[in-house]
């Protein structure tokens, strides 16, 4: 009996000994402490160390959830969604109607690129939060993204009516809208001028027809192109056409592809123009190319081909847009080269931003330039573009302006300066 009392009470000494050392090295502190500093280190990058801190917190109190769900995300953030997964699902299991869980498997679903699943998790929330808007929008804005339009407008409908001022129902209701309308009409306007030998000024107005299908898109495209010469007024005496037809057909998830075939019956165009390249999505916003294009001319009696190789990367960060693309030329045992990168700055949002354009060399997409003549690939150029797009009265409706100067070489050791000017106008419908 004495032994079994002492026993009890030094088992209480050491426990109220212990108790009495935490208090003393850090008097005051919570658990909920510990949590706005793993918190922090989870928002400052440092997740691991957030991991490790939550753990602390979950074994000293198993019911602090939101420890796990900040677990949870941070897997995510990670891209580890499996090890998310099971600690989400471990919150759910003992706490099923948690919001901020279920918001955080929601967001983990759509991450990991499975958005049936994400759905699922945003219909399981609102079996417990009928009346909770956010379920909803994240609802519509999967829909849409799979291209389920039907459903996502009865989801809209009934995010609507339940607050017909929702600023997010109204801008997916917008977002709906927009994707109902699949044509876009553009007219295009490229200006070029130059003095050297002669004075030519080079005009091509561009109209085109985009329509988006379920495969991809297709785009018809007529150009008229004009170069007059210093004693012609406004227009020459002979005004080139050439038709195109563009296509961008879907391959798979991360892949499409770019098609072009082109013909001309009038000299300041190649006679027949085709391209193909394929384009792949990679990791972390990249995005690779590689194709050729094809240019026949029949001038001055003699058939001629051009083959170009070209191959591109870009990359997507923050609001910046990169592109830098190469193209190479074979000719009489060597390779010319030409060399484009292209970036832009995002302003309010996709519709809005302003661009750089540097580039040395000839680009058969160019189509401005003109490429009737052969020789333009034998000579050495270096240019820049500034470019600005936005708005015009309304979201259908944008104007795309550029400006750029060009130091060409249009002979051997003999170059000239050329201005050119472009406007363009996009209408969807």
């Known amino acids: ?36 500093r793993a918190r922090e280190l989870a928002f400052a990058g ?19 959830y939101d420890a796990g769900i900040l677990i949870g995300r941070t897997f995510a953030w990670d891209k580890d969604f499996k090890a998310g997964r099971e600690q989400l699902q471990k919150v759910l299991d003992v706490d099923f109607d948690n919001s901020d869980a279920i918001f955080a498997m929601i967001d983990l679903e759509k991450w990991a690129g499975d958005p049936n699943k994400a759905i ?11 009346n909770e808007e956010a379920f909803l929008v994240q609802k519509v804005s999967l829909l849409q993204d799979i291209g389920d339009e039907n459903k996502s407008l009865q989801v809209l409908d009934e995010l609507l009516v339940l607050n017909p001022s929702s600023e997010d129902g109204l801008a997916l209701m917008k977002k709906y809208k927009s994707s109902r309308m699949i044509y876009k009409a553009i007219y295009q306007h490229d200006y070029e001028y130059f003095n050297e ?24 495209k007529v150009n008229l ?31 499409y592809a770019y098609l072009n075939y082109g013909y001309s019956p009038d000299n300041l165009f190649p006679t027949h123009r085709a391209g193909a390249e394929l384009y792949h999505k990679l990791p972390k916003a990249f995005e690779v190319s590689g194709g050729m294009r094809f240019l026949y001319f029949n001038s001055d009696g003699r058939n001629k081909n051009i083959f170009i190789y070209t191959a591109s990367v870009g990359k997507y960060y923050r609001n910046y ?9 074979p000719k009489s045992g060597t390779v010319s080269q030409s060399y484009w990168l292209t970036t832009r700055r995002y302003l309010r949002d996709s519709k809005n931003y302003i661009g750089l354009e540097l580039a040395t060399g000839v680009s058969p997409d160019e189509s ?4 009737s003549s052969i020789g333009v690939y034998k000579y050495k150029s270096k240019r820049f573009r500034l470019s600005y797009q936005d708005r015009l009265w309304t ?18 050791d003999k170059k000239r300066n050329i201005l050119s000017l472009s406007a363009k106008l996009s209408y969807q419908f």
């Open 1 to 36: 009996m004495v032994k079994s009392l002492s026993l009890i009470v030094l088992i209480l000494f050491c426990l109220i000994n212990q108790s009495f050392a935490q208090e003393t090295v850090e008097p005051g502190r919570t658990s909920s402490d510990d949590f706005k």
């Open 46 to 64: 440092d997740r691991e160390e957030a991991r490790s801190i939550c753990y602390e917190i979950l074994k000293q109190n198993p019911d602090f």
């Open 120 to 130: 699922f998790y945003c219909e399981y929330g609102q079996s417990f939060f009928p």
């Open 197 to 220: 030998p002669y004075t030519r000024k080079w005009h091509l107005s561009s109209f085109q027809l985009d329509r988006r299908n379920a495969w991809g898109s297709i785009i018809g």
């Open 225 to 255: 192109g004009d170069l007059i010469s210093d004693e012609e007024s406004f227009w020459s005496n002979e005004v080139a056409k050439q038709f195109e037809v563009d296509a961008y057909p879907r391959v798979s998830k991360k892949s």
């Open 321 to 329: 847009w990169f592109s830098f693309r190469s193209y190479l030329t």
């Open 368 to 371: 401005w330039v003109n490429l």
């Open 395 to 412: 979201d259908r409706l944008l104007y795309l302006l550029k400006f750029g100067y060009e130091r060409e070489e249009y002979r051997i």
